[in-house]
């Protein structure tokens, strides 16, 4: 079955850096669009940004320039490297893959940005 593992998350101050990794497995991990997600307390879950199998990505507009999505076909993972910080990212980051119109989901990885 399919399973995705996060891994990377933390307490970091304002203007830091984190590194995200989802390690997937049960699929053909390089043929898939692979994403980050994330949901702070009270709001709805949101993308922060996806990759497709050939390497194209997609932001949310308040992450640009700042999270960058990279992928390891070799290593059947996707990674998410996040600069400058701030206090609005904080959330649990989830990885997402979508496969025959279902969704799975990691078990989350808590981001907390904070002084």
């Known amino acids: 079955q399919v399973q995705l593992v996060e891994s990377g998350g933390g307490l970091v101050q304002p203007g830091g850096s984190l590194r995200l990794s989802c390690a997937a497995s049960?699929?053909?991990?390089?043929?898939?669009?692979m994403a980050w997600y994330r949901q702070a307390p009270g709001k709805q879950r949101e993308l922060v940004a996806n990759i497709i199998s050939a390497g194209m990505t997609n932001y949310k507009d308040s992450v640009k320039g700042r999270f960058t999505i990279s992928r390891d076909n070799a290593r059947s993972t996707v990674y998410l490297q996040m600069n400058s910080l701030t206090p609005g990212d904080t959330a649990v980051y989830y990885c997402n893959v979508r496969d025959r119109g279902r969704d799975y989901w990691g078990q989350g990885t808590q981001v907390t940005v904070s002084s």
């Open positions: 049960g699929i053909i991990f390089s043929v898939y669009t």
